[in-house]
């Protein structure tokens, strides 16, 4: 979500304009996403808290649109160009904030009263009849008079929630309907007929914003030895990808795409195998940015056996917060930039990329 939105010192915008000129079909850009993104699907835990300026909020309201959504007293179908200051579109809260806050929900819980599932689309003239009603009584009126209005924009119909003690579990309820109506759309406008992306594609692909190929992740093929020193550098990938778009490291392949494989890797770890290998690679990259909470949301590891040698596929998440790393002492903030890594230290230009980008 926001693909086309973020700002800093490469653009996706620019690799898909490329991609498209290059391949000529829309594949393609969808590629370009997989590459990005370890999974199409949204989960209702992204959308605990995400406000009116989450992409998610744009796309429930074009899902609410292409549902037919209407508004709940003139039965008007909305869209958000509607004429007059009457009419003009709201986001109203379906449990008013009024109401809210005499429950305490001020401070610590203002981001649970103003998020995306308390929000509906109403037209200002219906969002000054409803002030500070209670849900529990305008919501049947309008069940009585439009049968189909709360499910067009993915409001619970069971009265029981409604009550304002079942606050909470209202919102969770409609989080996972709203993930689910999210995915449906997004399963039928991108998944038929687009092949998947085989592992000696990407292999063969240059590297790009979202994809980097590295021969090795702690011996020196130059050297012909053991250098921990290297790791590092594997884990600027990582945090530049979790700072930018989110995208794909394949290790064990040149630059040119030769496939070296990892077994140099695994020889060197205290095992001498892939399973000493795996438990060094998570527990030194875990350390280094925040621990196995923060390793399980933004990385997916995968390897692959081609010409008898075994790669890995990492796949790197867009992390919802910056990643900063600690080198010599000093937090670094590093992003994708084209093909490569790139080092933010300046204070202001952090800033800018920060208010940006998250």
Same mark, same amino acid.
């Given at each position: %979500?926001?693909?086309?939105?973020?700002?800093?010192?490469?653009?996706?915008?620019?690799?898909?304009?490329?991609?498209?000129?290059?391949?000529?079909?829309?594949?393609?850009?969808?590629?370009?996403?997989?590459?990005?993104?370890?999974?199409?699907?949204?989960?209702?835990?992204? =959308?605990?808290?995400?406000?009116?300026?989450?992409?998610? $909020?744009?796309?429930?309201?074009?899902?609410?649109?292409?549902? !037919?959504?209407?508004?709940?007293?003139?039965?008007?179908?909305?869209?958000?160009?509607?004429? !007059?200051?009457?009419?003009?579109?709201? &986001?109203?809260?379906?449990?008013?904030?009024?109401?809210?806050?005499?429950?305490?929900?001020?401070?610590?819980?203002?981001?649970?009263?103003?998020?995306?599932? *308390?929000?509906?689309?109403?037209?200002?003239?219906?969002?000054?009849?409803?002030?500070?009603?209670?849900?529990?009584?305008?919501?049947?009126?309008? %069940?009585?008079?439009?049968?189909?209005?709360?499910?067009?924009?993915?409001?619970?119909?069971?009265?029981?929630?409604?009550?304002?003690?079942? $606050?909470?579990?209202?919102?969770?309820?409609?989080?996972?309907?709203?993930? &689910?109506?999210?995915?449906?759309?997004?399963? *039928?406008?991108?998944?038929?007929?687009?092949?998947?992306?085989?592992?000696?594609?990407?292999?063969?692909?240059?590297?790009?914003?979202?994809?980097?190929?590295?021969?090795?992740?702690?011996?020196?093929?130059?050297?012909?030895?053991?250098?921990?020193? =290297?790791?590092?550098?594997?884990?600027?990938?990582?945090?530049? $990808?979790? *700072?930018?778009?989110?995208?794909?490291? =394949?290790?064990?392949?040149? *630059?040119?795409?030769?496939?070296?494989?990892?077994?140099?890797?695994?020889?060197?770890?205290?095992?001498?195998?892939?399973?000493?290998?795996?438990?060094?690679?998570?527990? $030194?990259?875990?350390?280094?940015? !925040?621990?196995?909470?923060?390793? &399980?949301?933004?990385?997916?590891?995968?390897?692959?056996?081609?010409?008898?040698?075994?790669?890995?596929?990492?796949?790197?998440?867009?992390?919802?917060?910056?990643?900063?790393?600690?080198?010599? !002492?000093?937090?670094?903030?590093?992003?994708?930039?084209?093909?490569?890594?790139?080092?933010?230290?300046?204070?202001?230009?952090?800033?800018?990329?920060?208010?940006?980008?998250?």
């Amino acid at each position: %979500m926001g693909r086309y939105t973020r700002r800093g010192k490469s653009s996706p915008l620019e690799q898909d304009i490329v991609a498209v000129t290059k391949e000529k079909n829309s594949e393609s850009l969808i590629y370009n996403l997989k590459r990005e993104v370890r999974n199409f699907e949204v989960t209702a835990k992204e =959308l605990e808290g995400a406000g009116i300026t989450s992409p998610f $909020f744009n796309m429930a309201f074009v899902l609410a649109k292409y549902n !037919g959504a209407i508004d709940w007293f003139n039965g008007n179908k909305l869209h958000s160009n509607l004429l !007059g200051d009457s009419y003009k579109l709201h &986001k109203h809260h379906i449990f008013p904030k009024a109401i809210l806050k005499k429950m305490g929900y001020t401070r610590d819980k203002r981001k649970m009263k103003n998020e995306l599932a *308390n929000r509906a689309f109403l037209t200002a003239r219906a969002n000054k009849q409803i002030l500070a009603s209670e849900p529990i009584d305008y919501l049947k009126e309008v %069940m009585a008079r439009y049968p189909n209005a709360l499910e067009q924009q993915f409001v619970p119909t069971k009265e029981v929630l409604w009550q304002k003690e079942n $606050f909470e579990e209202f919102l969770k309820i409609r989080r996972e309907k709203i993930a &689910k109506a999210i995915n449906t759309f997004m399963e *039928n406008l991108i998944a038929k007929g687009v092949p998947e992306l085989s592992i000696r594609d990407l292999i063969n692909s240059d590297e790009s914003f979202n994809l980097e190929l590295k021969s090795s992740f702690a011996y020196d093929i130059k050297e012909d030895k053991s250098n921990k020193e =290297l790791r590092n550098s594997v884990l600027k990938e990582i945090a530049a $990808f979790a *700072n930018s778009g989110g995208g794909t490291l =394949l290790l064990g392949v040149e *630059n040119n795409h030769n496939i070296l494989g990892l077994s140099k890797d695994f020889s060197i770890t205290h095992r001498k195998d892939k399973d000493g290998f795996i438990q060094e690679f998570t527990q $030194f990259i875990e350390s280094e940015i !925040g621990g196995l909470n923060t390793f &399980k949301r933004l990385i997916e590891l995968k390897f692959h056996v081609l010409d008898s040698k075994e790669i890995l596929e990492i796949r790197i998440d867009k992390s919802q917060k910056p990643l900063f790393l600690k080198i010599n !002492g000093s937090k670094i903030l590093y992003i994708r930039d084209e093909n490569r890594v790139v080092p933010l230290t300046d204070p202001e230009e952090i800033n800018e990329y920060i208010k940006d980008n998250f």
